[in-house]
């Protein structure tokens, strides 16, 4: 009688691995999120993790570009539906800030970002590809809210550049806990911010987020 085949363990989807990556940094913070650990949510090796990855740092940034590609899909649905573009301003705000302190998604970005020295030109490259979708979205969105008189008419890219700093500036105080600089807090100094500089005259304020 022939033995039977040796069952071979096949290795999870990467995604699988990503969205564990992910979960773990959601429920358990950064710290908790190691190779050995990993293997056992995915039932792979450490070895094998490695083999896939090469680097922790790899392994970081493939799963901030796989949440990136989630929020993208999202981000180019509410952008480009049939609405004011204030009110789809407002939903890619919504989209950009934390949900709070210790959000996953910005506290990978942050790591990735403390970490992105040592990764070398081909990692800062991609981060960058990241960045720079999240910017010409905004661009883009200006620009349309500019050609039908929402806006005032300021340069959309110049423009993208100082919201977008304000974003990142509060996005990290709102990530890391910082007192007095909750979620909420943030999104009042945005609209502020908005309807001192961008809003047309008489054009009526974005909805909260």
Same mark, same amino acid.
């Given at each position: 009688?022939?033995?039977?085949?040796?069952?071979?363990?096949?290795?999870? %989807?990467?995604?699988?691995?990503?969205?564990?990556?992910?979960?773990?940094? =959601?429920?358990?913070?950064?710290?908790?999120?190691?190779?050995?650990?990993?293997?056992?949510?995915?039932?792979?090796?450490?070895?094998? &993790?490695?083999?896939?990855?090469?680097?922790?740092?790899?392994?970081? &940034?493939?799963?901030?570009?796989?949440?990136?590609?989630?929020?993208?899909?999202?981000?180019?649905? &509410?952008?480009?539906?049939? =609405? +004011?573009?204030?009110? *789809?301003?407002?939903?890619?705000?919504?989209?950009?800030? @934390?949900?709070? +302190? *210790?959000? +996953?998604?910005?506290?990978?970005?942050?790591?990735?970002?403390? *970490?992105?020295?040592?990764?070398?030109?081909?990692?800062?490259?991609?981060? =960058?590809?990241?960045?720079?979708?999240?910017?010409?979205?905004?661009?883009?969105?200006?620009?349309?809210?500019?050609?039908?008189?929402?806006?005032?008419?300021?340069? +959309?890219?110049?423009?993208?550049?100082?919201?977008? =700093?304000?974003?990142?500036?509060?996005?990290?105080?709102?990530?890391?806990?910082?007192?007095?600089?909750? *979620?909420?807090?943030?999104?009042?100094?945005?609209?502020?911010?908005?309807?001192?500089?961008?809003?047309?005259?008489?054009? %009526?304020? @974005? %909805?909260?987020?």
């Amino acid at each position: 009688m022939t033995p039977p085949a040796r069952r071979r363990n096949v290795a999870p %989807p990467r995604e699988s691995v990503l969205a564990a990556a992910m979960a773990t940094i =959601a429920e358990h913070g950064l710290d908790a999120l190691t190779m050995a650990g990993l293997g056992r949510d995915v039932g792979m090796s450490s070895g094998h &993790l490695l083999y896939y990855f090469g680097t922790k740092d790899e392994l970081l &940034l493939r799963t901030l570009e796989w949440s990136e590609g989630r929020l993208g899909a999202e981000r180019a649905a &509410l952008l480009s539906r049939q =609405a +004011p573009a204030a009110e *789809r301003l407002t939903g890619y705000v919504g989209l950009y800030l @934390p949900d709070g +302190p *210790r959000d +996953p998604h910005w506290t990978l970005w942050l790591e990735v970002w403390n *970490r992105s020295a040592g990764m070398g030109d081909e990692a800062r490259v991609r981060q =960058a590809a990241v960045e720079g979708a999240w910017h010409r979205d905004l661009v883009a969105l200006l620009a349309d809210g500019v050609s039908h008189g929402e806006f005032r008419k300021v340069d +959309p890219d110049r423009f993208a550049v100082r919201l977008r =700093a304000l974003l990142d500036g509060l996005s990290v105080h709102v990530a890391v806990g910082l007192p007095g600089t909750g *979620r909420e807090q943030a999104l009042v100094h945005v609209r502020e911010f908005l309807a001192d500089s961008l809003l047309a005259p008489g054009s %009526p304020e @974005p %909805p909260d987020s």
